[in-house]
């Protein structure tokens, strides 16, 4: 399979299979197409030495595997237990913020509020080091609600598991997500030193986050959180971090705020499509679509333009893409690894397959007070990958996405091997202009 599209004057075929990444001419560009779909080439409005030129050398290309390759077989899977090997651990069903659009219901997670005891982290700690198996490198994201609403239990998360890196021989990589209302001086300094990552909730102009992430009297958020997000980030050096911003139907000219955030000095930035139901006045409706796709054009240019010098660089999460590395093909499979490789846990010791799961009752996996973990759901999940989900396996953006958001799937269509298609829309369009940033930068 391969996928042709134009960005900017540069022709690109991306070889779905393989990777490889081709900037041909035009009529290459043309010919190429044809040849894969078995249509006659010399039909087409070029020299018939031109075009004879093209196929030999795209069968040439075939050959060495790197355009119209065949569907790799999947690597078999190892024997014994898969293993456990990333936690979210929900230390707040609690926030700060009343964001109109929250997934979680403002923190509560269709629950009552609450805070999650330190023994209950302490649990959660035991029960991924007892399935992570052999595996060395862990990672736990201490998640809300707002987290930083119950530092008690992020200490005592991060001493504990700090004590079992020393006693089994693993590596525990901390994240927090945090909408920084609470940053003082003293948590900017413990977080800057435990956490391997932070991710800072901003969504971008003041008008915007004002609007969408009220503080829970009803004020605006944004000169409290930045003030904290931009001291947090000048201390905090070289290591990771990223502001994550969510935007809607209210600010689909999102291009704006990347810019806002950027020209206030933040370099790492996320800017996600809302996922809500087609009655909230918030969401993107199939309408805006159209809408939602030329803005992301202009996101692009931006973005590459930026690129071009030190001083205005940035590094935009979307359109990151690696062709020489990144995951291997069984990774690419299987995905995000939720439900498997990857759980959640709530205040009260449950376990889901990953944080949007929580509070679908019928999901709850286990608990970590008990030991428990329902391997028939664990199957269901382990079952879900690319090669179960017809739609995605003829998708020629299949490994870059690996199959899409299985909450999204099961909240919006009550299946997780369904993808919702509305997300696929925007991840084939990220990812076009992805690869034509890549082509610019990298391809002479």
């Not at 660089?313 to 291997?328: I, K, Q, R, T």
């Not at 490994?399 to 091997?417: E, K, L, R, T, V």
Request: aromatic fraction near 10%.
């Amino acid at each position: 399979m391969i996928h042709a599209f134009q960005f900017h004057d540069y022709y690109l075929i991306l070889d779905v299979e393989s990777g490889a990444l081709h900037s041909v001419d035009e009529a290459a560009f043309a010919v190429i197409q044809a040849w894969e779909k078995g249509w006659d080439v010399y039909g087409l409005p070029y020299p018939e030495r031109q075009i004879r030129e093209i196929v030999q050398e795209a069968e040439e290309l075939k050959n060495t595997g790197r355009l119209a390759a065949e569907e790799p077989t999947p690597p078999a899977g190892e024997s014994g237990e898969t293993v456990i090997k990333s936690m979210c651990l929900h230390v707040a069903h609690d926030c700060n913020l009343r964001c109109r659009y929250c997934f979680a219901d403002t923190g509560e997670f269709h629950g009552p509020r609450g805070l999650m005891p330190p023994e209950v982290a302490r649990k959660a700690l035991d029960f991924l080091i007892a399935h992570s198996g052999h595996r060395k490198h862990l990672e736990v994201d201490l998640f809300g609600g707002e987290p930083l609403m119950n530092m008690e239990t992020v200490r005592a998360a991060v001493s504990y598991g700090r004590e079992l890196e020393k006693r089994f021989d693993k590596q525990i990589n901390f994240t927090i997500t945090t909408n920084g209302l609470g940053l003082t001086d003293e948590i900017i300094d413990y977080l800057n030193e435990q956490m391997h990552n932070i991710v800072l909730s901003l969504d971008g102009r003041p008008e915007v986050q004002d609007a969408m992430r009220p503080t829970a009297n009803g004020k605006g958020s944004y000169d409290l959180c930045l003030q904290n997000m931009k001291k947090l980030v000048e201390r905090r050096g070289d290591k990771e971090y990223y502001i994550r911003g969510t935007f809607t139907r209210k600010n689909l000219d999102f291009t704006q705020d990347v810019k806002h955030l950027r020209n206030l000095g933040f370099q790492q930035l996320s800017l996600e499509p809302v996922v809500l139901p087609d009655d909230s006045p918030y969401a993107i409706l199939e309408e805006d679509v159209t809408r939602v796709l030329e803005e992301y054009d202009t996101l692009a240019d931006y973005v590459f333009q930026s690129r071009q010098k030190p001083e205005t660089w940035l590094n935009f999460f979307h359109f990151m893409v690696d062709l020489s590395g990144g995951p291997c093909l069984k990774k690419r499979i299987a995905g995000c690894g939720a439900g498997v490789e990857y759980v959640a846990v709530t205040p009260e010791g449950d376990i889901y397959p990953c944080h949007q799961f929580v509070g679908h009752t019928e999901m709850k996996m286990g608990s970590v007070i008990a030991g428990e973990l329902n391997e028939a759901i664990r199957s269901q999940f382990q079952g879900c990958t690319l090669l179960d989900k017809e739609e995605c396996r003829a998708c020629w953006a299949k490994y870059f996405c690996s199959g899409g958001c299985a909450a999204n799937a099961y909240i919006y269509n009550g299946d997780i091997h369904k993808p919702y298609a509305r997300t696929c829309t925007f991840l084939r369009k990220r990812t076009e202009l992805a690869l034509g940033i890549y082509a610019l930068e990298h391809m002479e």
